[in-house]
């Protein structure tokens, strides 16, 4: 008997010692091929630098090796070089140093498009539709809206000139005042939309969110809603700690929100509700569509694995993939991939395989291998596809003249002409422009001689050019040439044809430039088909 046991304990001493220096070779392993690809780098950089024709623009082309080398792993693992810093702080803490006012591309300049209330542009009389004709002096015609954006951050208390030039006005507008630190409110609306009904609209999740979201709560809670609904729709994500702490205001104090694994599936992070909840028993709906990723489907995936929320809209992105931002040499930063989040329900939700170890390219996964998962309450959820709700509603299907007028800016430029125009207007909950104004409207888009091409068309056409490189040309001309004028877009049948989707557009940035993000809010959700599946959804 002793015998066997001498023998199996030196079996097991043999085994053990045998791992201990294969993976002491797979460890030599790694970092010689670390330091041989290292070596390889900068062998390339030297002989480059030595050797090649032209002046090189160094960290140009060490920031293009750097992105090319993470664009192959996953879109989340990224480098954030030293002139982003401000940048990735503004991400995280939702605060930066500027006038408080979103921006866009308008033909050789770039305008306000919305002045938020209460800030500092808004403080300092700057209106949507003025467009920025000089920074301290620097010209800024022809500059893209990333570099417009940045010259108008800065250090809070930095003085900054304005040049402007103002629908109806002939001489510019200067404007001198200091930039403030602006906080963006990850609650961009909260209220009451029916019958003690609550609603909050939650953008982001920044170090701030959880504050936000208490000062909306607790507003709402002192106006005695009996039932809430949190809107997610396209909210990205940001801070799982933040989704962690939100949780708890309707959470038992301890309860498992999320747990984070890294790749040897050995080290696991639990989060934790830290806090008492606030209301603990209010019926919640969480509304959610394809853009929801990471902490969101973090938020109503925990709740729904915990049967606390009846989740609402269509399915989420599908982000189960954990990042953490670790700071390199000379100010710069990588985000990087660390971990995979598991549920409550034990379940992973990310819906698109990558893979950096092997040359193919990134795969969804399908839903002939998900995995059955179950509820607190017994009911069936499934991994690898986001979060699938529990009441869908479908997405109002578009049309493209509504999608052009928008992004050509007609709809802007009429918005701004009719703001001039009129002094004031209806409550955003009754607002409606009357018929005369929208032939007013139709009269304005000839005016600018607008015109767009519709998809089919487009590929109508690239469809005879195919058909003429196989030799079938002479067979098909014909039916080509029938179905050509069919398919061609008529600007004014469609804008009688698709009143309805223009008019609401029209009326939404109407709103926006007398009552801004509030009014928004208050006029979209008189037409909201998902806020009211939700609040049916907990009546």
């Known amino acids: 008997m002793k015998k066997i046991l001498f023998f199996t304990a030196l079996i097991f001493i043999s085994v053990t010692v045998e791992a201990q220096k294969n993976n002491s070779k797979k460890s030599e392993q790694k970092y010689y091929d670390i330091f041989r ?89 700057i209106l949507a539709g003025d467009e920025i004709v000089s920074i301290d002096n620097e010209n800024m015609k022809g500059k893209t809206v990333s570099y417009v954006s940045n010259r108008l951050k800065g250090i809070p208390g930095s003085e900054i000139k304005l040049k402007l030039r103002r629908h109806g006005e002939n001489k510019l507008i200067e404007k001198t005042f200091h930039r403030e630190a602006i906080h963006i409110n990850s609650i ?28 909306a709560l607790t507003a709402l809670k002192d106006k005695n809603i009996k039932r809430l609904v949190i809107d997610l729709r396209n909210n990205g ?3 799982v700690s933040e989704a962690v702490n939100i949780a708890s205001m309707f959470l038992p104090k301890g309860t498992n929100i999320v747990s984070m694994r890294d790749k040897s599936a ?70 990087v991939t660390t ?58 299907k578009g049309n493209y003249i509504s999608y052009y007028l928008f992004t050509d800016n007609i709809i802007f430029d009429f918005a701004t002409q009719y703001y ?32 767009y091409k519709l998809e089919s068309e487009k590929m109508l056409s690239q469809l ?25 877009a008529d600007v004014e049948r469609d804008l009688r044809d698709f009143r309805k989707d223009i008019q609401k557009l029209l009326e939404s940035e109407i709103v926006k430039r007398y009552y801004y993000q509030r009014g928004y809010y208050e006029f979209f959700l008189r037409y909201d088909d998902w806020l009211a599946k939700a609040i049916e959804s907990i009546k």
């Open 37 to 125: 690809c290292s070596d390889i780098y900068n062998s390339v950089w030297r002989e480059l630098d030595i050797n090649y024709v032209d002046t090189l623009n160094h960290e140009k082309l060490n920031d293009i090796a750097i992105n090319s080398m993470l664009q192959s792993l996953d879109p989340y693992t990224v480098y954030i070089p030293e002139q982003q810093e401000e940048d990735l702080k503004a991400m995280t803490t939702g605060i930066y140093g500027g006038i408080g006012a979103v921006v866009q591309k308008h033909n050789d300049y770039v305008v306000i498009s919305e002045p938020r209330y209460g800030l500092t542009a808004y403080k300092n009389g």
């Open 188 to 215: 961009e609306y909260y209220g009451v939309v029916a019958d003690s009904i609550g609603y909050i609209a939650l953008t982001d999740f920044t170090d701030q969110s959880y504050n936000d979201f208490k000062v």
């Open 237 to 239: 994500g940001g801070l």
């Open 266 to 335: 050995k080290n696991e992070r639990k989060y934790k509700t830290p806090f008492v909840p606030i209301m603990p028993d209010i019926p919640l709906a969480i509304i959610v569509n394809e853009n929801s990723a990471s902490a969101s489907e973090i938020l109503a995936g925990a709740f729904q694995d915990l049967d606390r929320a009846v989740i609402v809209g269509a399915r989420s992105f599908g982000k189960g993939l954990v990042q953490a931002i670790r700071q390199l040499p000379y100010g710069g930063y990588l985000k």
């Open 339 to 396: 971990a995979k989040y598991y549920l409550p329900s034990g379940r992973c939700i990310q819906s698109i395989d990558y893979d950096g170890s092997t040359s193919e390219r990134p795969k969804n996964i399908p839903d002939s291998l998900t995995n059955k998962f179950k509820t607190v309450g017994g009911r069936t959820v499934r991994d690898k596809s986001g979060i699938t709700p529990d009441v869908s509603v479908e997405n109002e």
């Open 420 to 451: 001039y125009s009129h002094p004031k207007i209806e409550n955003p909950s009754t607002f409606n422009i009357t018929d005369d104004e929208y032939n007013s409207f139709i009269s304005f888009v000839k005016s600018k001689n607008f015109t």
């Open 464 to 488: 005879r050019k195919l058909v003429e490189t196989e030799g079938y040309l002479t067979q098909t001309d014909t039916l080509l040439k029938q179905l050509s004028p069919m398919l061609k």
